[in-house]
């Protein structure tokens, strides 16, 4: 089949265009290249456009003549919403709609749409699922939440199938270490790489469901096809629960750093406590199961920052 990617450029995106490619898709990227890079797409034979979800035309024009859609396009981040809730809520809401509008119009069969753990907010729930009422703490929260919304408005006036998946806690390689934004895995391997102990946003006891990117990409290529997906909202991790602290000091093991201890920040706005996931949705649904435990996909992770493609290892 023929699928579009919107910020396919982008670190989940370059891995699931990746993925459709060797499974024999045709794929066409949209990406505005404001967060992903072309580099990202290096040995993919993709169709590369260079666009912006807020462009109808060029939403349109990258829809046209494909049979599922991917939509993973969008402003990300907790912290950079917080200071832009504006651009946050144009290219996440606005792009999503601009999405739909063009799938509907293209006879597109269906869009799988890329969602947050973080519309749960601060749920007194530590285990996570579909049913529990949101809690955005966040204006990226409440801009996927919005996005899912309009999802399932599209399938239920329009009879567009869409599918939208909350990812929790995503990592793996292609995901940037110098962006000001970088994700924890990253930027906590990138720390000790430099001699310096990764910086703790509170007491380390916030958990997480750390989620391998094999995963999530496994999952939205089971949601495309999959026959109850359509109108459903799901959750797509692990299943599990792992601290930052332990993150932190497991880094520094796999990187032969333990020299270094980590160092305790403030904690930082919009933050949720916990995070882990009920799955057991997805698995009725999608047939889905994790294909990675955290363990060896963090190492793989870490593998790859301290080496990526054309630079030696460290010494």
């Avoid at 799901?234 to 599990?240: L, S, T």
């Avoid at 406590?273 to 799955?279: E, V």
């Avoid at 793989?300 to 990526?308: N, R, S, Y």
């Amino acid at each position: 089949m023929r699928c579009l990617v919107t910020g396919g450029a982008g670190f989940i995106g370059s891995n699931l265009a990746a993925e459709l490619v060797r499974r024999g898709h045709a794929v066409c990227v949209l990406d505005n290249l404001s967060t992903g890079r072309r580099s990202n797409l290096a040995g993919v034979d993709c169709e590369f456009r260079e666009g912006d979800l807020r462009d109808p035309g060029a939403v349109s024009g990258a829809v046209r003549g494909c049979e599922v859609v991917f939509h993973l396009g969008a402003l990300p981040s907790v912290p950079r919403s917080i200071a832009d809730p504006v651009a946050s809520n144009e290219v996440n809401v606005g792009g999503t709609l601009n999405v739909l509008q063009a799938a509907r119009g293209s006879g597109v069969r269906r869009v799988v749409f890329a969602s947050s753990s973080s519309v749960y907010g601060n749920a007194p729930e530590q285990v996570k699922s579909e049913d529990l009422p949101p809690r955005p703490l966040s204006p990226y929260a409440v801009s996927k939440l919005a996005a899912e919304k309009y999802c399932q408005v599209f399938t239920g006036v329009y009879g567009l199938e869409t599918a939208c998946l909350r990812f929790f806690n995503v990592f793996g390689p292609n995901q940037d270490p110098d962006s000001p934004y970088a994700a924890v895995i990253p930027l906590f391997t990138r720390l000790a790489m430099e001699g310096r102990p990764p910086v703790v946003n509170g007491d380390g006891g916030q958990s997480r469901d750390f989620t391998f990117v094999r995963n999530v990409v496994e999952g939205n290529i089971l949601a495309a096809s999959a026959p109850g997906a359509s109108g459903l909202v799901m959750n797509v991790a692990c299943g599990g629960s792992v601290t930052v602290d332990t993150l932190a000091r497991e880094i520094l093991r796999l990187l032969g750093r333990e020299d270094l201890v980590p160092v305790h920040g403030p904690v930082r706005a919009g933050d949720v406590r916990h995070s882990r996931a009920d799955i057991t949705l997805a698995a009725r649904v999608l047939g889905y199961t994790p294909l990675v435990p955290f363990e060896e996909g963090l190492a793989i992770t870490v593998a790859a920052l301290a080496c990526p493609p054309g630079r030696p290892g460290p010494v």
